[in-house]
């Protein structure tokens, strides 16, 4: 079975189409949301709308839930990114609001974990950024592998600490994909990075593809139509640091 594992689309309506674009060729199975579909971009509705109609298994993210409780921001954001959530928990409307509503915040299904921030205190939302983070965390899922988003860094980690490189690298047009090709005998934590604002200085829409019968990971970075997502976020009249920084990746 393939499954495409999508995490921190932000609103960003511009890049989850181009993801879905490439998932649609790729002939996956399951699309897998590891939350935060709102916040910092100009189209929370529009990208909670795609993820229902096409994911069957969509996690709660912290600007989900903060978009649903507005204290949750005032007592954890920074006043750049309450600005956007006072704008998203404005608009979003009260279909969209009763669907965040319901979003579990962990899956286990496939022999994997599925979470947003992290396996360990979930609730908490732990960031899993260095090898410490990744060794603290590995204790507390049992499965081969715990998918994860959240930091928006994409980056694989292995208990065994073997060095994770990728296998081959595809480049096709504006989407390059890097193969990886795991160890049964080992633990793995994934993040496959973010859709609507990638933070590894690659502005990229970043996510992934599992394999589990080749027990294969395809991570994919590709272009999309970032000067209309900028510009959607300046006529919304959000921070214009949302607009700028998807230009960077940071």
């Not at 732990?126 to 060794?135: G, M, N, R, S």
């Not at 690298?169 to 633990?187: D, G, H, L, Q, R």
């Amino acid at each position: 079975m393939k499954l495409a594992i999508i995490s921190d689309i932000h609103a960003n309506l511009e890049a989850l189409k181009k993801a879905f674009e490439i998932i649609e060729a790729k002939n996956v199975d399951e699309i897998i949301s590891l939350g935060d579909i709102v916040d910092y971009g100009a189209n929370p509705n529009e990208c909670v709308a795609l993820i229902e109609s096409k994911c069957r298994i969509s996690l709660l993210g912290n600007h989900d839930e903060a978009a649903l409780d507005i204290q949750q921001a005032h007592d954890h954001f920074t006043e750049l990114a309450l600005a956007s959530t006072k704008w998203t928990h404005k608009i979003i409307s009260d279909h969209n609001r009763k669907y965040l509503a319901r979003r579990p915040i962990l899956h286990e299904e496939f022999n994997c974990k599925f979470v947003h921030s992290s396996p360990k205190e979930p609730f908490a939302w732990h960031y899993i950024i260095t090898e410490l983070d990744a060794k603290e965390n590995f204790r507390y899922f049992s499965q081969p592998i715990c998918f994860f988003g959240h930091s928006h860094i994409a980056e694989i980690f292995c208990d065994s600490f073997e060095p994770s490189e990728p296998t081959k690298v595809e480049k096709m047009n504006t989407v390059i994909s890097a193969f990886y090709k795991f160890n049964p005998k080992s633990k793995y934590l994934i993040n496959v990075g973010s859709i609507g604002q990638p933070r590894d200085f690659d502005w990229r829409l970043s996510f992934g593809i599992f394999d589990t019968e080749e027990y294969t990971f395809e991570q994919i970075r590709a272009e999309y139509d970032v000067h209309t997502a900028s510009q959607s976020i300046l006529d919304a009249k959000l921070p214009q640091h949302n607009a700028k920084r998807i230009f960077v990746g940071r």
